[in-house]
C-alpha cells in the first residue's frame, strides 16, 4: 500500500519569499502524485499532478513540483508567494491500479507581510 | 458547470445519534469517494461509490456506510456517533476510476459530536 509523509506540520513565509514544501512518499511502483491546497473553510483544489515524463511539472497559481525517483519525494515550490497562498497544502499519492488517494498529514503556510 | 455540494455543511449531533451527509457530484460523474480529515490526521479514505454500487472501503467500523443513487448522488450514515468522529467529511467525484482521473472535492461537512 502506498504512503505519503510530510514532514513539515506548519511553515512561515514572507511574503515575496520563495517556498518548498517536502513530500516523500512510499510505492513500489511509479506513482501517480498530487499536490492539492485547501483554503479555510474550502474543499481541495488541485494544483499539479505527475504521471510520468518530464519530472518537472508546472501547476496552477505559479506552483511547480519535482519528481525525483530516487529521493521518493515530490516537493512543491513556488518562487514568490503572495499573501493569498496562505493554506493547508496536501501531498497525495495514487497508485497505477487503484482508485483511491493516500494523502499526507498537511503543511500549513502562513504567509506574514 | 456546478462542482461537488455539499449538505449540510455544519452538523451537530450528541454520541449515539445518527449522522447523515449528502454529496452531489459534478454532472456526468459516476465515481463519488467520501474522506475524514480529522484534525491533525490529514484525510483518511472513507468510501467509494461507482455505477450505484459500494467498490470498496478504508479502515473504518462498520457503523459507517452509505449508498449512491441512481443519479450518483450519495449518502454517507454514521451510526452510534462517538466523540472522535468529529471531523470534516469531505465528498470528492471523478468522471473515470483510474488513478489518473483527477478528483474533485467539495466544501465539506463539519460534523461536531457532542
Known amino acids: 500500500a502506498q504512503s505519503v509523509t510530510q514532514p513539515d506540520i506548519h511553515i512561515t513565509v514572507s511574503e515575496g519569499a520563495s517556498l518548498e514544501l517536502r513530500c516523500n512518499y512510499s510505492?513500489?511502483?511509479?506513482?501517480?502524485l498530487f499536490w492539492y491546497v485547501q483554503s479555510p473553510g474550502q474543499g481541495l483544489q488541485l494544483l499539479l499532478k505527475?504521471?510520468?515524463?518530464?519530472?518537472l511539472v508546472q501547476g496552477i497559481k505559479g506552483f511547480e513540483a519535482e519528481f525525483k525517483r530516487s529521493q521518493s519525494s515530490f516537493n512543491l515550490r513556488k518562487p514568490s508567494v503572495h499573501w493569498s497562498d496562505a493554506a493547508e497544502y496536501f501531498c497525495?499519492?495514487?497508485?497505477?491500479?487503484?482508485?483511491?488517494?493516500?494523502f499526507g498529514a498537511g503543511t500549513t503556510v502562513t504567509v506574514r507581510a | 458547470e456546478a462542482g461537488v455540494t455539499q449538505s449540510p455543511t455544519h452538523l451537530i449531533k450528541t454520541r449515539g445519534q445518527q449522522a447523515t451527509l449528502r454529496c452531489s457530484p459534478i454532472?456526468?460523474?459516476?465515481?463519488v469517494y467520501w474522506y475524514q480529515q480529522a484534525l491533525g490526521l490529514g484525510l483518511q479514505f472513507l468510501l467509494w461509490?461507482?455505477?450505484?454500487?459500494?467498490?470498496n472501503r478504508g479502515n473504518f467500523p462498520p457503523r459507517f456506510s452509505g449508498r449512491q443513487f441512481p443519479n450518483y448522488s450519495s449518502e454517507l450514515n454514521v451510526n452510534a456517533l462517538e466523540l472522535e468522529d468529529s471531523a470534516l467529511y469531505l465528498c470528492?467525484?471523478?468522471?473515470?476510476?483510474?488513478?489518473?482521473?483527477?478528483?474533485?472535492f467539495g466544501p465539506g461537512t463539519r460534523l461536531t459530536v457532542l
Open positions: 470528492a467525484s471523478s468522471a473515470g476510476t483510474s488513478g489518473r482521473d483527477e478528483q474533485f
Open positions: 510505492y513500489g511502483a511509479t506513482p501517480y
Open positions: 505527475y504521471f510520468s515524463g518530464d519530472t
Open positions: 461509490y461507482d455505477e450505484g454500487e459500494e467498490r
Open positions: 454532472s456526468g460523474h459516476t465515481s
Open positions: 497525495a499519492v495514487g497508485a497505477r491500479t487503484d482508485y483511491k488517494l493516500s
